[in-house]
């Protein structure tokens, strides 16, 4: 009973001196429910009450920091695992990605507009990269057949993003003079702005009607194999 007295009043002295009650359980190893009980008529200063709140902030700030530490680390060892399972890429593969690539991103050939020609278009540099290799080595495609035409809206930095895509691409700069401008609508609430925006690409191979019906039969071809 003395020893739980002793207790109470060191307690309530650490609370006076405003210490959290995380803080005085280090000191005074009792029950949280007993200690809140003890504490419950103690007042604190203002500047007391200032303190705990910036150490609570801290407290929660560190815990952020922690969790996104520890993302941080699953995501890395969650995509090194992937990365190992990938395998090599035989040209097999390849043409199966380029040709689901262009499934998803290409232009297609349609009634009002036959003759369309193979058109690829995305922001993505490692998407333009994978599919300018498929195009290359899976449809023969040289460089000398491709046009190149970024579109980015007008606001943004277009010489930037002149400079940027050939050195991405590692493609000369003289492939990159067409410029397509798109208006800014006011009410439109832009997410692609930033350092990290350089626009649209489009990629275009010259005299490739025929090609895209090619591409169009693979696409059929596959999905018959599959459905």
């Known amino acids: 009973m003395i020893l739980k007295l002793k207790e109470r009043e060191k307690a309530i ?24 009980l003890w504490l419950r008529s ?22 952020a920091r922690a969790k996104r530490e520890q993302r941080i680390r699953l995501t890395k060892e969650i995509k090194r695992k992937a ?23 290409g232009a297609k050939q349609k009634e009002n507009n036959p003759s369309q020609k193979v058109k690829f278009s995305n922001s993505d540099p490692l998407m333009i990269k994978v599919f300018l290799k498929w195009l290359q080595e899976i449809c ?23 400079k940027y895509w050939p050195a991405v691409l590692n493609i000369p700069k003289e492939k990159f003079q067409k410029i397509r401008l798109k208006k800014h609508k006011i009410k439109t609430i832009r ?23 090619k591409i169009s039969g693979w696409i059929e071809g596959i999905t018959q194999k599959i459905i």
Do not use: C
């Open 140 to 162: 023969k495609i040289p460089l000398r057949d491709l046009n190149f035409e970024i579109y980015i809206h007008k606001t943004t930095d277009i010489e930037e993003a002149k």
């Open 42 to 63: 103690v007042g604190l200063t203002k500047k007391q009450r200032q303190r705990l709140t910036e150490k609570k902030i801290l407290g929660q700030q560190k815990g």
């Open 191 to 213: 997410k692609n702005i930033g350092e990290n925006y350089h626009g649209l690409l489009n990629v275009t191979v010259k005299r490739s009607t025929n090609l895209n019906r």
């Open 13 to 36: 002295k650490l609370r006076k001196e405003g210490l959290s009650y995380s803080e005085i359980l280090k000191k005074v190893p009792v029950a949280k429910s007993t200690l809140s």
């Open 83 to 105: 990365i190992k399972e990938v395998g090599e890429i035989d040209k097999k593969a390849l043409w199966l990605i380029g040709t689901m690539l262009y499934w998803a991103e």
